[in-house]
T-cell receptor, first 115, second 113 residues
Framework: ETGVTQTPRHLVMGMTNKKSLKCEQH?????MYWYKQSAKKPLELMFV???????ENNSVPSRFSPECPNSSHLFLHLHTLQPEDSALYLCASSQDGGADNSPLHFGNGTRLTVT | DQQVKQNSPSLSVQEGRISILNCDYTNSMFDYFLWYKKYPAEGPTFLISISSIKDKNEDGRFTVFLNKSAKHLSLHIVPSQPGDSAVYFCAASDTSGTYKYIFGTGTRLKVLA
């Protein structure tokens, strides 16, 4: 079982819907991340939270809204998305953000399709 | 502007032979490098890392080499096994607390039985 759990695994939503992606980490880490993976593109960092405080917002459109209620949980709220937002959304955690010997641990992702 | 590049989208290797996956980076501030493996329908799994104070790190069949002057790292898998068939991503980080891990586009490795 992965130490980082993401739900749902698959999501299909219309452009006017509101939905949320959930991530939970069981590793005792203090940093959590949202990444987006589109076809033939590198993983794109979206948001980083460290100790529940947002420390990175990588110029992400406001239709994506993260929430980190505690160090174990991370949400990505989705609202009025566009078809080009269809992608694999990956949650990750690490012990210390960017520090040596602190690799990212990923969940299995949510495959999002916007129709 | 891609700071981490994997120029080979795919690689095929015979079982038992060596697989060499390459990665180049442009940012001289990067000082921590990682390799991830990804199977279909799963998230990337951490494989091996190297700090810029080293030029080699080995873990079983996996060895990562770092050439700082060339801004190049490589992952060697020997001997290659069919179960190693996956997409391999390299990533780099500036550990001065930026929280940014920058990934390459990945190389799809196929190990032929």
């Amino acid at each position: 079982e992965t130490g980082v759990t993401q739900t749902p695994r698959h999501l299909v939503m219309g452009m006017t819907n509101k939905k949320s992606l959930k991530c939970e980490q069981h590793l005792g880490h203090n940093a959590m991340y949202w990444y987006k993976q589109s076809a033939k593109k590198p993983l794109e960092l979206m948001f980083v939270y460290s100790l529940e405080e947002r420390v990175e917002n990588n110029s992400v459109p406001s239709r994506f809204s993260p929430e980190c209620p505690n160090s174990s949980h991370l949400f990505l709220h989705l609202h009025t998305l566009q078809p080009e937002d269809s992608a694999l959304y990956l949650c990750a955690s690490s012990q210390d953000g960017g520090a040596d010997n602190s690799p990212l641990h990923f969940g299995n992702g949510t495959r999002l399709t916007v129709t | 502007d891609q700071q981490v590049k994997q120029n080979s989208p795919s690689l095929s290797v015979q079982e038992g032979r060596i697989s060499i996956l390459n990665c180049d980076y442009t940012n001289s501030m990067f000082d921590y490098f990682l390799w991830y493996k990804k199977y279909p329908a799963e998230g990337p799994t951490f494989l091996i890392s190297i700090s810029s104070i080293k030029d080699k790190n080995e873990d079983g069949r996996f060895t990562v080499f770092l050439n700082k002057s060339a801004k190049h790292l490589s992952l060697h898998i020997v001997p290659s096994q069919p179960g190693d068939s996956a997409v391999y991503f390299c990533a780099a980080s500036d550990t001065s607390g930026t929280y940014k891990y920058i990934f390459g586009t990945g190389t799809r490795l196929k190990v032929l039985a």
